[in-house]
């Protein structure tokens, strides 16, 4: 697996570019409800309907959206898209992705800005505001517990937490000293449970989105 | 506008863990550094970012077009996905590397529990904002049992959640 491009079975067939556009539109338009819904829709898609990925490549794509910074979903795509067809394939796949949802978000952002201040949505957008409370903290939970079965990563929890409430910390600081953190306190292998984040085949519980 | 591109640059390029990484990031930067946003807008932003399909850095749209309408819409949702497109395709050169290399977990073992931290902070920032009063601490409450007990999709959590407001605000 030297060069990325070649899946490991090579006797997948060349994937067209339109059909990678035209699926990835679809998965964009309706892949609600963050990372894990949006991963399960394309495992559909990507291998159970077409084969164009085994669950090998499957889980590495899910792994590379994990450990890379940005949206786990679309690190996936992209990577899979790169090694589907190239810089053309992963370009094709990123902006197919992201444009239903950019389009939506927009026209969005027009009817807010136009209608924002009329009072029923004052109160709509009450009600959004407390739900958005519940799922951050419903993903802070998900991704959270694991953390606290070792004393080291509760405490690095903690600490982020109160140095940006208390401290007010900048948050790029903080991603640079919990890594420089992690590479004092992680030294053994045996600080390293479970093996690389698994579980891409669409069962995952949701950390992130 | 420069500001706005980099800004959004930075934030794709560190936020480890997911999306929702973004929001402590949007928040100390376009909230309180450069006020593009008030507390309510920022907000109202996640949650439109929240109903809408696809990755809720979505909502980064509605702060480029606060700030410098469609071109700043597109050049915020340009700048923020950008890194996740280069990251994705350098990943396909390292994957063996990534996988087994121990620094990087070690690395990556630091930056996960802190990063939770971070979207908890943000948590208790918005929840102040938007958790005012009775009815809104029981729909947060109603809607984060619906989420974690019931498994419930966070998509149609929000619209219920809105649509109670709008009957009851």
């Not at chain 1, 990372?35 to 990507?46: F, G, I, Q, S, V």
């Not at chain 1, 939506?104 to 201040?117: E, K, Q, S």
């Not at chain 2, 439109?48 to 399909?53: E, L, N």
């Amino acid at each position: 697996m030297d060069d990325p491009r070649e899946g490991p079975t090579g006797e997948a067939p060349r994937v067209g570019l339109l059909h990678l556009a035209g699926v990835l539109l679809k998965v964009g338009a309706t892949g609600f409800g963050g990372a894990m819904p949006m991963l399960a829709l394309l495992h559909t898609e990507y291998l159970e309907k077409r084969r164009w990925v085994s669950q090998e490549e499957f889980d590495e794509a899910v792994m590379v959206g994990q450990i890379m910074p940005g949206p786990i979903a679309v690190d996936a795509i992209t990577h899979m898209g790169y090694r589907l067809r190239g810089w053309s394939g992963a370009l094709v796949s990123w902006f197919a992705f992201i444009l239903p949802s950019f389009l939506l978000m927009l026209a969005l952002t027009l009817v807010y800005r136009r209608y924002g201040g009329v009072p029923q949505f004052i109160g709509l957008f009450k009600g959004l505001g407390a739900g958005v409370v519940a799922v951050i903290a419903a993903a802070a939970w998900r991704m959270g517990r694991p953390h606290f079965k070792d004393v080291r990563t509760a405490c690095l929890l903690l600490g982020a937490l109160l140095g940006l409430l208390l401290l007010r910390i900048n948050v790029v600081l903080l991603v640079i000293l919990a890594g420089l953190a992690g590479l004092v306190l992680f030294r053994k292998p045996s600080d390293f449970p479970p093996a690389p984040p698994r579980g891409g085949s669409g069962q995952g519980k949701g950390d992130g989105r | 506008m420069l500001d706005l591109f980099f800004t959004f640059l930075k934030i794709g390029a560190f936020t480890f863990g997911g999306g929702m990484v973004m929001i402590p990031f949007i928040e100390q930067d376009a909230v309180r550094t450069f006020g593009w946003l008030t507390q309510r807008e920022f907000v109202d932003a996640i949650a439109m970012g929240q109903i809408t399909p696809g990755p809720i850095v979505i909502s980064s749209v509605f702060i480029g077009y606060k700030v410098a309408g469609l071109a700043g819409a597109v050049l915020a949702m340009g700048a923020i996905s950008l890194p996740t497109f280069f990251y994705s395709i350098a990943a396909a050169y390292h994957l063996h590397r990534l996988k087994t290399n121990l620094r990087v977990r070690a690395i990556l073992r630091g930056v996960g529990p802190a990063v939770v931290g971070m979207i908890l902070a943000a948590g208790f920032v918005i929840a102040k904002a938007s958790v005012v009063n009775i009815w809104t601490s029981l729909l947060a409450l109603a809607c984060l049992v619906a989420i974690v007990r019931f498994k419930a999709d966070t998509s149609l959590v929000i619209v219920a959640a809105g649509a109670l407001g709008l009957l009851l605000g």
